[in-house]
Every structure is written in structure tokens, then in C-alpha cells.
């Protein structure tokens, strides 16, 4: 592992939601990048953030939140959702635009912590 932390991409509608993950995320020893908006999503892609992984909390956006998780999946930026609710229709959208994992809220932070670094750092 490198001597700097590795950065996460914390992107959620909820201010107070993104400030605790940031908080916590920061206590795992990692440095965060966050989009409260899919502009700001937007404006992190287009400047190609050195990202290891994308924490995405898509309560708030609707259907728009798609074609950028779409985005960091075609951008090698391995993907966690954070959804509100667990349905066929949900899950099958989330995999479908690159998600590799869908958490369900209310999320226990030992389980988020464990997949966090899970997906970055997986057992071969």
C-alpha cells in the first residue's frame, strides 16, 4: 500500500448523511472526494479523480444517478450503492449500471467498514 491514503468518492443528496460518512470513512484511514449534487458528481468526473472506489447514497436523485454510476463503472471505479429500500428492480438496476454491492439503509457501520475494504482490498 502506498504511504498516502487511498481516496474514496462519497456522493449523496443529504448533507448531514455525507458529513457523517465523510467522518467515518476518514476514521478508516482513507482521504474522500464528495458530490452533494449529480453537477458536482459531474464536475469531479469530467476533472477524472484518482478515486479507489465510489461510496453513492442514491436517495434523493431519482433516475438521473444512473448514467453516472454507468460513468464510474466505465471508469475502472468500483461501486457501492447505498439504497433506501431492497427490490428485484432496484437491485437489477444497480448491477446493471456497474455496482458491485447495494447496502441497505438503515447501513451498520461494521458492515460498511467490512465492505469497504472488502472491495478495495479483496482476498485472492
Known sequence: M????????IVGSNPRNQELLVEFVAKLGYTTLRADTLEMLDTLLDDAPQAAF???D????????????????????????????QSLALKQLGFAHGAQTILQKPV????LADTI????HPKV
Open 2 to 9: 502506498s504511504s498516502s491514503p487511498e481516496k474514496l468518492l
Open 54 to 56: 465510489a461510496l453513492v
Open 58 to 85: 442514491i436517495t434523493g436523485f431519482g433516475n438521473a444517478i444512473w448514467s453516472r454510476c454507468a460513468r464510474l463503472h466505465e471508469m475502472d471505479i468500483p461501486l457501492l450503492l447505498i439504497a433506501p429500500r
Open 108 to 111: 451498520g457501520m461494521k458492515d
Open 117 to 120: 475494504r472488502g472491495l478495495l
